[in-house]
């Protein structure tokens, strides 16, 4: 590990998806120091905050990573008011979601994560409903299946559905967007007038698809959703068609996570969604 600092302190954090993290502090600065067993997890991590800050889109700075530890700058956080927080959100999530790419491609240029799942990115995709069902529905819900989690009539339903998003989901007005793909509150600090994003689950895709799954843990409310509407006005069918559907990815990576407290509401989307 690299700094050119002498280290005063290493102190532990907080407790990770995939280890454990440390705040580092060097004589004139403080970094966060992210810990895992050695795998290829931190260097994905690294390519995407990277690009995140090409397209110019406030994240950490990557010091130095390796197979099992990843080194950020320290962001200090400076909590304002639920509205000044909001706003600040509002800005930085409408700027990441004007990102596009020139193929007009869902997923990514390479393989992604998000917690201590791969997220398959296969650049031949162009339909963004099959994209949806068979690399982000359909392989979150074969681990929760194999983990026991969910029985197979909830697999089978969940099935049936991804083979028929392209009835449900009006695609003519949708064009890939760059998501967080994580977007919770703990992803997202605060200070002045101004976010940082961190823990980035990169993909291109419906931009709604992130509203849902910020809508579904109530992470920001009315000031949020009315300035972004401003910039990217919410479609017709949002609450009606996309937030059930687009909730069930995150809603499967958490019963993956946390096991059978989410699957009853799983089966509450699925009941609405009548599959």
């Known amino acids: 590990m690299f700094l050119e600092s002498e280290i005063v302190s290493i102190d532990f954090f907080t407790k990770g998806q995939i280890g454990d993290i440390y705040k580092v502090e060097t004589v004139d600065k403080s970094y966060i120091l992210k810990t895992s067993q050695p795998s290829n997890s931190f260097q994905i991590e690294s390519d995407m905050l990277e690009d995140l800050h090409r397209y110019n889109i406030r994240v ?20 304002r008011d639920q509205k000044r927080e909001e706003l600040a959100a509002a800005k930085i999530v409408s700027q990441l979601h004007a ?67 392209y009835k449900r989901i009006d695609m003519s007005v949708i064009t890939p967007s760059l998501l967080h793909g994580d977007l919770w509150s703990g992803n997202i600090l605060f200070h002045t007038n101004t976010a940082t994003l961190i823990d980035p689950a990169l993909y291109f895709g419906d931009r709604e698809m992130e509203l849902a799954f910020i809508m579904m843990f109530n992470t920001f409310g009315e000031t949020f959703f009315n300035a972004y509407n401003e910039v990217h006005p919410l479609s017709k069918d949002f609450y009606t068609v996309k937030v059930p559907i687009y909730q069930l990815y995150p809603l499967l990576v958490h019963i993956a996570l946390y096991g059978e407290i989410y699957v009853g509401e799983l089966k509450t989307i699925l009941k609405r969604l009548k599959v």
């Not at 949806?132 to 819900?141: D, E, K, S, T």
Request: with cysteine; glycine share 6%.
């Open 60 to 79: 950490p700075k990557v010091i130095t990573s390796s197979e099992s530890y990843l080194l950020l700058e320290y962001i200090k956080e400076q909590k």
């Open 99 to 165: 990102v596009t790419n020139e193929s007009r491609m869902y997923g990514y240029y390479y393989d992604t994560t998000i917690g201590p799942f791969l997220q398959k990115n296969e650049q031949t995709q162009y339909n963004w409903a099959l994209f949806l069902g068979q690399m982000r529905i359909m392989p979150m819900a074969k681990i929760c299946y194999d983990k026991g989690y969910i029985g197979k009539e909830s697999l089978e339903s969940l099935e049936s559905l991804s083979q028929d998003l």
